[in-house]
């Protein structure tokens, strides 16, 4: 099939390389003419592991294109149009940013003939009423609007596209339109339904609520074992041998029981938020007046790595040197948005530290956003003379480093784990004073 993906971003891009994987003809669409440049040159502006060949692939079959002036006549000829525009947090308020997704639709608007018998499928994360305006709109011209949400994990995008756990489609209420744009999505998804992928329909506002409920489950099962940790550092438990207890309960479930220096990125602190500002509009607020609580929790594990830090160097933070070990809000991305690890190392420099920090992937980004931060590629090199050492991304080769070999770097032996991602016992046989989080 023909297809067309407007928005290249992380989402859009993954996306497009995805579907030509199946076997479809497809360009991608993005604005910005310099990652539209590098992605039709097979450089994919983001780190994501199997990307970089999994684009290189697809552009190669020639089933791939990405262009930022695309041809209306090409965009009129395609059968199925992803949208996959950001929807970042409004600078003024925590309700989505729309202006991309409206700016995608007039756009494709204007290229569509009328009659026409495209689906257009929204796969960007909106607020619940959202799709019901899209769909108002593209029936100018005849098109039909299906949602369907993405559930990507940083990480392993690829295969999650590829090989999903489930796929929801929301299909509009009248049964014709809906026959019809089933049948164009699932002849899209052919390969992946082939292998037993459970499919799940709805209306327009449970798909749009399914993928903010998730993040919303998942915000609150991190905050909820965060809690937690802040009740076992006032009784003195141990809140990884907590969670491997109540994780072992099949109701519970061992994932995400993670306590540590909370979640970041794009996703789960952006949607918990536009969350309760659409609840806010619709006057259902105390329905989810919770998240705002889980929100809280999490911003205050930020807050007590820095009180750790401030106890652990006493009057000597200003000037201490500082090491911060990741940048990213989690291993295996270069995704810098909302990271706590860069929170806290800006947090400290204000206090007055010399804060070094290093990442295998997004030190380049995080140095951009916080230039007075000292960038340091090598994790060596980063380590000398500290006076207080603090993992806040749980890369591999950090967690992998040797206690005794890297105490001879520092100036002093001290380290906050903050993702309690370290043998306690190593690090302390080894010389180090070790602190982690609710343990």
């Known amino acids: 099939m023909k ?6 971003g992380y989402l859009g891009a993954v996306h497009a390389v995805s579907m030509a994987e199946l ?4 360009l991608g669409i993005e604005a910005d003419a310099d990652r539209a440049r590098s992605l039709q040159e097979g450089r994919t502006p983001f780190y994501e592991p199997g990307m970089d060949q999994a684009l290189g692939s697809a552009l190669g079959s020639g089933r791939l294109r990405f262009t930022s002036c695309p041809d209306p006549g090409e965009v009129a000829r395609a059968q199925v149009h992803f949208l996959c525009v950001g ?12 202006r991309f997704l409206w700016s995608a639709v007039d756009r494709l608007l204007d290229c569509l003939p009328a009659p026409t018998q495209a689906v257009v499928v929204g796969k960007s994360t ?3 009423g959202t799709a019901a305006e899209v769909a108002r709109r593209l029936g100018q011209v005849g098109a039909t609007l299906v949602w369907n949400p993405e559930f990507l994990r940083e990480g392993h995008a690829v295969h999650d596209t590829l090989h999903p756990d489930r796929i929801v489609y929301g299909l509009p209420d009248d049964p014709r339109a809906a026959e019809h744009a089933q049948g164009v999505l699932d002849e899209v998804y052919a390969p992946v339904l082939a292998e037993g992928v459970e499919r799940i329909t709805a209306n327009y506002a449970t798909a749009e609520l399914v993928k903010v409920a998730a993040n919303s489950f998942l915000a609150t099962k991190i905050s909820f074992i965060n809690a937690m940790a802040e009740m076992c550092e006032a009784t003195g438990g141990d809140v990884t041998v907590l969670a491997e207890a109540i994780g072992r309960d099949e109701r519970i479930g061992r994932r995400f029981l993670g306590a540590g220096v909370g979640f970041g990125g794009g996703c789960l602190p952006k949607d918990i938020r536009a969350f309760v500002a659409r609840a806010q509009e619709l006057g259902v607020h105390d329905a989810v007046s919770f998240l705002r609580e889980v929100d809280a929790i999490n911003q205050r594990r930020r807050d007590r790595v820095v009180d750790l830090a401030l106890r652990s160097l006493g009057d000597q933070l200003p000037g201490a040197r500082i090491t911060v070990l990741g ?5 295996n991305s270069d995704d810098i948005r909302d990271s706590p690890a860069l929170d806290i190392a800006h947090r400290l420099y ?5 804060v070094s920090i290093t990442d295998p992937k997004a030190l380049d980004a995080a140095v951009r956003r916080h230039p007075d931060l000292v960038a340091e590629p090598d994790t060596q090199r980063a380590l000398q003379d500290a006076d207080l050492v603090l993992l806040l991304t749980e890369w591999d080769e950090y967690v992998q480093l040797d206690p005794a070999r890297v105490a001879n770097l520092v100036r002093r032996p001290v380290i906050i784990d903050g993702r309690n991602a370290l043998n306690p016992a190593r690090w302390r046989a080894s010389g180090w004073t070790y602190h982690g989080l609710g343990r």
């Open 350 to 354: 204000l206090l007055g530290a010399q």
């Open 327 to 331: 940048a990213a809000f989690k291993p």
């Open 3 to 8: 297809i067309t993906v407007t928005g290249c």
């Open 23 to 26: 076997g479809h003809e497809v």
């Open 126 to 128: 909106v607020p619940v």
């Open 87 to 98: 929807t970042p947090q409004s600078a003024h308020s925590g309700a989505a940013d729309l």
